[in-house]
């Protein structure tokens, strides 16, 4: 069985902002799939289905980002899978361009609170990402400011098709392995250009 979570904020206020993509790709995955996200468990909003005849359990944490890691951990301790392999992530990324999609086996947590968070409570960075790219904070901008910003209408237009894109690599990651999905997902801008 594999844990889905994506992070984001609970509340009306942070809807479609760029610190809550992770929920907007978890949603695109439930309704794709006919999960109904039904029920709240484990401090998430949750939703258990099948993807592709995979189990899956998707959740979004409703602790705020900053302590996504009480939730997660607690979800992972109640299904005793294994993080390394059959947890998934998706959050929000400053450091990519936005719209893009990239897929990581662990790392740091980039200081991103949410994951920080995640990371602490697990004791490990062992676990699957998809990190959304949503660019760079202006400058003279405040960090938490512009996370919890809104899209403006032209990028919004193309992170709908970047959330697409993200759950895409979430049933790649689940049916084809995370090194497949890595090849597949992980292109740079150039070698997207080469392959039109």
Known sequence: ???????????????????????EVVKILADRFDIATDFIKHK????????????VMIAMPQTYMNKSGESVRELTDYYKIDV???????????ALPPGKI????SGSAGGHNGMKNIISHLGTEEFIRVRVGVGEKP??????D??????TKE??????VSFIEAANAVVSIMNDG???????????KKEDDESI
């Open 102 to 105: 990239r897929i990581r086996k």
């Open 146 to 151: 512009y996370v919890l910003g809104h899209f």
């Open 139 to 144: 400058k003279g901008y405040d960090l938490a």
């Open 1 to 23: 069985m594999f844990i889905i979570v994506g992070l984001g904020n609970p509340s009306a206020e942070y809807e479609k902002t760029r610190h809550n993509v992770g929920f």
């Open 155 to 160: 990028e919004s237009e193309f992170m709908e």
């Open 178 to 188: 995370i090194d497949a999905a890595m090849n597949r997902f992980n292109k740079s």
């Open 84 to 94: 390394t392999s059959e947890l998934i992530v998706i959050y929000d990324d400053v």
């Open 44 to 55: 998430a909003v949750c939703g258990r289905g099948v993807i592709e005849g995979n189990k």
